[in-house]
């Protein structure tokens, strides 16, 4: 296998709102040697995130947009990211919907984790609607981004099975530590390594 060093990984955005525990297993992942990409820019569309602050843990460079999906506003994303030299976007737990020119500006090069089975619940409260439809298994999914919400081509999943008394915040925990695990693996997948 090559060894891949800083300068020839994949530069890579994180895209966060919330608590980044994925961002961080994502750096953590970039710091080997068999990880395909280094992690160059954190953007969240909020400032109180508790994410950002593996900005600070890890010296990777932030910004704080507040997204508006207009034509300008995009431009100036999109230039903020190749002024950075951005190959390749994680979403991790972003809970913005990218524009579609936006999009079409990254296309294939843009990467989402969803936590359930999809196509099984897509959006938002997956956890509490697998739970009232009394599913035996859920789990989480990579999947790479298109113009309709957490509908492009799967990359890889991983099952966790239910157990009868599952609670919302059982399941979010269960699912959490297999997202950690799976999203690294989707990304060696991709450079097939
Ligand atoms: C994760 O469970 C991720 O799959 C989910 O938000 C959580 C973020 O956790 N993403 C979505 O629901 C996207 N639609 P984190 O901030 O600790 O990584």
Do not use: W
């Amino acid at each position: 296998m090559a060894i891949l060093t800083g300068i020839n990984k994949v530069k890579t955005a994180v895209f966060i709102s919330g608590n980044g525990s994925n961002l961080n297993s994502l750096i953590k992942f970039s710091k080997s040697s068999k990880s395909p990409i280094s992690i160059k820019l954190i953007i969240s569309n909020n400032s109180k995130a508790k994410g950002l602050n593996y900005s600070k843990i890890f010296r990777i460079k932030k910004k704080v947009i507040n997204f508006r999906n207009t034509k300008t506003f995009d431009n100036k994303l999109i230039s903020i990211l190749k002024n950075n030299k951005i190959e390749m976007i994680c979403l991790a737990g972003f809970m913005k919907i990218l524009s579609k020119y936006f999009i079409r500006k990254f296309s294939g090069k843009i990467i989402n984790i969803h936590p359930s089975l999809l196509p099984k619940y897509k959006g938002l409260n997956t956890h509490k609607r697998a739970l009232i439809n009394k599913e035996k298994y859920s789990g989480c999914t990579v999947h790479y981004v298109n113009s309709r919400l957490d509908s492009g081509k799967i990359i890889l999943q991983k099952r966790v099975k239910i157990s009868k008394n599952e609670t919302e915040k059982t399941l979010t925990r269960k699912i959490l530590i297999q997202e950690h695990k799976l999203y690294p693996e989707a990304i060696s997948k991709i450079f097939n390594l």
